[in-house]
Structures are given as structure tokens and as C-alpha cells.
């Protein structure tokens, strides 16, 4: 007698399009999406129309648009991708969210906190959900680390946490990963910008514009390896340190390239306990292929040996991790290494209160 096997039916894969295709619009998204097996890229729209179509090319990208909403009205798309400058934020994010559809864009949430208001608001009458694209929270090593620091405040087994240092240093965050870039000689196209706070000057809104730019991320992963918000208590004349603290009593600082170096990138993230410490060491933005290292120090008692442990972690990159993160959330599985908006804004408000304590505007 025969036997009918039965084919298991293959899951549909989540169809993604892309508003932008330029430096981290490729290097950081498109290249990541194109090999994630859960997806499949299926449309983009670039206004630098001879780029979008070598782009396109490249991936095996099937239909190319200069207009976002001639793809967003004419593509039946699960996930939209849009990496822009940030500081344009408050003008395209809101275009884009009337769609309804999942949008992860790039850090931060916008240019101010009122334009981060106004994005937020923006995705919560349109019930859009949005993610935005802190992909440290994504490295492997870093998905780890916060399991084992939610359960050691959990457990108490290293005691309460007493203090979290980040350093990151001025590095090559790029780390050569511009090299598959596709380039064109096409002028951008103008557009409008969206306007800059009005409660700043220029000199202190150029403050805020580069701190938000270099060490958003680090203010937003304080607070995830926290799980609390923070707030910043003191700055650094020559703005190399800040210090903060916790809703819980947290000790915090951020170490802003009180060094730098030409071709290696050292940011470390430590995580400290009342008998040990969680330590964190991250690679350049830009890597492929390498997650962070993950080590946890355990003190000892009653005469026994401490302990010093290196977790081993997959050859698996943050920006890819993080494109498989975002098309699990679309996918309706949970995941808490994408950060919402809400969170991303209340980076934009912890940076303006930096900047009042550094600059005293």
C-alpha cells in the first residue's frame, strides 16, 4: 500500500518594502533583510532613481519606486524599513505611518522632542505599530546579558545592582562596512526640514543635535539593561562624562570618548552587582557576523574561589539579529529586543535634560 506524505505547508513570508536605499539604508538594513529567510524584500522606494534601480538589481529587489506612497498604495507590504536622517523625522515618519503599515526606522525617534512627540502621535492614531532601530538591544550577546541581569535581580544571587558604566569611545564604527555600497552620482533631491527646537539657541541646539547623533544609543541601553528609566544628575564640563541615577537608586555613568582610537572600537557596558558584575563588550555598528562578548564575574564566600565566566556567543550580527527581530514582532511574535516609540522618546527628553545640566540652557 502506498503512503501519502504529507507536505508541511511552507509558512508565507513577510513582505518588506524600503523607503530609502542610501549609506545605512544598505549597509545597515537592505543587505540584512535581503538574507533574513523569513522575509523577502519585495518593493523599494528611492528618490535617486537610477540608485534605487542598481540597488534593486543588486538584491533581487522585483518593483522599484521613486514615490514611498505610489509603493505604499500599490504593494500589499506586511513591514515597511525606512532609514532617513533623523532630523527628518517629524515630516516623513507621520506620511508613512498613515499606511498602517509596521515601520521600523532608524535612531532616534526624531530631531526633538517635540518632532518625537509628533511622530508618537502619529503612530498611535494610526495604530501603526513602530519600532525603532536601536539594534545594539539585538546583538546576541546583548539579548543574553539582559536575561542574565533581569534574573540576577530576580534571584538576588549577586545581591542588589549597585551601578551600570558604559563607555564608548570615538572608534571606527564603520568597520568597512560601507564596501558593498552602491553610489550615485544624482543630486538629492530637496526637501523640507523639520524645524529645529525653539528652546534653544543655535550653539546649544548643535549640542543636542550631536549628542543625540553619537550617544543615543547608550542612553538607550542604559535604560534597558536597567529595565527603569534614569535621569542624568550631572555633566561634565569638558562633556566627556555624565552621571545619573536610577528610578531605583542605580548609580549610572556614560563615558563619552574620553579617548579615541583610529581603527578599533572598545565600547564596554558593566553591569554591576553587590558580589559581581555582568560585563558586556560590544563591536563596531557596522560588523557582520560577530556578536558582542558576554562575561560574568561571580564573587565567593566561605573561603571558596570566585568565578569568571565567558558565555560563548554565535557568529550572528547585530543589525541581522535585529531585522529577524522586527519581522518576528510583524509576525505576531514577542519580542523585547525592538524598542518602541515610547521609549525611543523618552531618550530625546533625557537628552535635552543633559544638555540643560552641561550647556545651563
Not at 555624565?242 to 564596554?268: F, H, R
Amino acid at each position: 500500500m502506498s503512503k501519502k506524505i504529507a507536505k508541511k505547508k511552507e509558512a508565507r513570508k513577510v513582505r518588506v518594502g524600503f523607503v530609502g536605499v542610501g549609506g545605512m539604508g544598505q549597509a545597515a538594513h537592505l543587505r540584512h533583510y535581503a538574507q533574513v529567510p523569513e522575509c523577502e524584500v519585495v518593493a523599494l522606494a528611492e528618490v535617486r532613481p537610477e540608485l534605487g534601480k542598481k540597488v534593486a538589481a543588486k538584491w533581487g529587489v522585483p518593483n522599484v519606486y521613486t514615490d514611498f506612497e505610489e509603493m505604499l498604495k500599490k504593494e500589499k507590504l506586511d513591514a515597511v524599513v525606512s532609514s532617513q536622517p533623523f532630523t527628518f523625522h517629524g515630516t516623513l515618519m507621520p506620511q508613512i505611518l498613515k499606511y498602517k503599515v509596521p515601520l521600523l526606522t532608524e535612531k532616534p525617534i526624531a530631531g526633538s522632542v517635540a518632532m518625537g512627540e509628533k511622530v508618537l502621535a502619529a503612530a498611535k492614531k494610526n495604530k501603526t505599530p513602530m519600532m525603532i532601530a536601536y539594534h545594539k538591544r539585538s546583538d546576541p550577546a546583548s539579548m543574553e546579558a539582559k536575561k542574565i541581569v533581569d534574573a540576577f535581580k530576580k534571584t538576588k544571587e549577586l545581591g542588589e545592582m549597585t551601578y551600570i558604566r558604559i563607555l564608548m569611545p570615538a572608534g571606527d564604527w564603520v568597520a568597512n562596512g560601507f564596501c558593498q555600497n552602491l553610489n550615485s552620482a544624482e543630486p538629492y533631491p530637496t526637501h523640507e526640514w523639520d524645524p529645529v527646537a525653539t528652546d534653544m539657541d543655535k550653539e546649544t541646539n548643535d549640542a543636542y543635535i550631536s549628542f543625540v547623533n553619537y550617544y543615543i544609543h547608550q542612553v538607550n541601553f542604559m535604560r534597558y539593561m536597567l529595565g527603569e528609566t534614569w535621569k542624568p544628575t550631572y555633566a561634565a564640563p569638558s562633556g566627556v562624562m555624565l552621571a545619573g541615577i536610577s528610578k531605583s537608586g542605580v548609580a549610572c555613568t556614560l563615558e563619552m570618548s574620553p579617548y579615541q582610537n583610529s581603527i578599533d572600537w572598545q565600547e564596554e557596558v558593566l553591569v554591576c552587582f553587590q558580589k559581581g558584575w555582568v560585563r558586556l563588550t560590544l563591536p563596531a555598528p557596522l560588523t557582520t557576523n560577530r556578536a558582542g562578548k558576554l562575561e560574568i564575574f561571580r564573587d565567593a564566600r566561605d573561603g571558596a574561589a570566585p568565578s569568571h565566566t565567558e558565555i560563548q556567543m554565535p557568529w550572528v550580527g547585530a543589525m541581522w539579529q535585529q531585522a529577524r527581530n522586527f519581522v518576528a514582532s510583524v509576525s505576531g511574535k514577542r519580542d523585547i529586543a525592538c524598542c518602541p516609540p515610547e521609549d525611543a522618546l523618552e531618550d530625546l527628553k533625557f537628552a535635552r535634560d543633559f544638555i540643560k545640566i552641561w550647556k545651563n540652557k
